[in-house]
């Protein structure tokens, strides 16, 4: 059995105590990531505040049944995914899965370091992901450029969008979200490289053209 971390099981024996402020603070730290996850098994943005509303709910019912075999973030999670696909249409047929696993775009192999060089597979020099200069304007920039990478993982297929969200919004490692997602390690990583490469390649088309 997993072993709980210190902040894990205080945390948990205050939502068993029915603690407000507990329960608050847990509802504002997953709720966005919650949403967006949510939306990649129903139809509309309604139907995932539903989702939503429904797990919390489940949460506060479930605590006293929690076990500690996962993180109190995966179980939640775990939760969230069993309700949105009770609620939501069905997974893709596996050769719809395929192709969602296989096709979009990715980052161009012209740009990285070829098999025999020492850094092979690395980003060649005059190829790279360039860093903003450091001006009063990189602000508004990056406002700009979060706006757009929200935009563009909203465009993703949604298994792509489901590991990216997981991943690099809710921050959880490759072994969780296989394990909430029923996903093999290999998918796992094809499709979080082709979701962060549609999104980077969007990002670095919008800077050349404002530069």
Not at 33 to 43: E, F, I
Not at 101 to 119: H, K, M, N
Not at 120 to 129: L, M, S, T, V
Request: glycine share 6%.
């Amino acid at each position: 059995m997993t072993q709980l971390a210190n902040n894990d099981l205080a945390l948990v024996a205050r939502l068993r105590d029915r603690d407000e402020q507990a329960f608050a603070s847990v509802v504002d730290a997953y709720t966005p990531a919650m949403l967006r996850v949510a939306r990649n098994y129903v139809a509309t943005q309604e139907l995932a505040e539903d989702v939503v509303q429904e797990t919390w709910i489940g949460v506060v019912k479930g605590i006293g049944n929690f076990e500690g075999r996962c993180s109190l973030r995966s179980w939640i999670f775990t939760v969230l995914i069993n309700t949105a696909k009770t609620r939501g249409q069905r997974e893709r047929r596996d050769e719809q899965n395929r192709r969602e696993i296989y096709g979009g775009r990715t980052v161009d192999p012209a740009r990285f370091s070829p098999a025999g060089e020492r850094w092979a597979g690395h980003w060649r020099d005059d190829a790279q992901p360039q860093p903003f200069p450091d001006t009063p304007e990189t602000s508004a920039l990056a406002a700009e450029l979060m706006a757009l990478a929200r935009s563009e993982l909203d465009k993703l297929p949604e298994r792509q969008r489901a590991v990216v969200t997981l991943r690099d919004l809710v921050g959880m490692e490759s072994q969780e979200v296989c394990e909430l997602l029923e996903l093999t390690p290999a998918n796992q990583r094809v499709l979080l490289h082709r979701g962060r490469s549609a999104i980077r390649d969007a990002l670095e088309n919008y800077v050349t053209g404002v530069q």
